[in-house]
């Protein structure tokens, strides 16, 4: 199982991007989904996670900015990130809890990271 993310980039405060990350290999289906982001002398932290029903949750620092979804069609889930500021300058990466065709069990796995760096 892969997972690639794309869809960072440079961005002036203020303003908005979009992250999407697509799994791909044998997978029967996928429960939790989210968003992880390392900024530079900090501990990789959560951003946002979404259920395979839909449920969200968000870190306190994006709430209202930040949007998580998923297509369980495309084993893809997206991060829409407006009111961009300097402080959101990390590695984004993408976490997907997967079933794998043929196996019982859950394996977690992680995107390579994506570049988002927010100038002032």
């Known amino acids: 199982v892969q997972l690639v993310e794309s869809g960072g980039g440079l961005v002036q405060a203020g303003g908005s991007l979009r992250l999407s990350c697509a799994a791909s290999?044998?997978?029967?289906?996928?429960?939790?989904m989210g968003w992880y982001r390392q900024a530079p002398g900090k501990e990789r932290e959560l951003v946002a996670g979404i259920t395979s029903g839909g449920r969200t949750n968000y870190a306190d620092s994006v709430k209202g900015r930040f949007t998580i979804s998923r297509d369980n069609a495309k084993n893809t889930v997206y991060l829409q990130m407006n009111s961009l500021k300097p402080d959101d300058t990390a590695v984004y990466y993408c976490n997907a809890d997967v079933r794998r065709i043929g196996l019982p069990n859950v394996n977690n796995y992680w995107g390579q990271g994506t570049q988002v760096t927010v100038s002032s």
């Open positions: 290999g044998i997978i029967f289906s996928i429960d939790a």
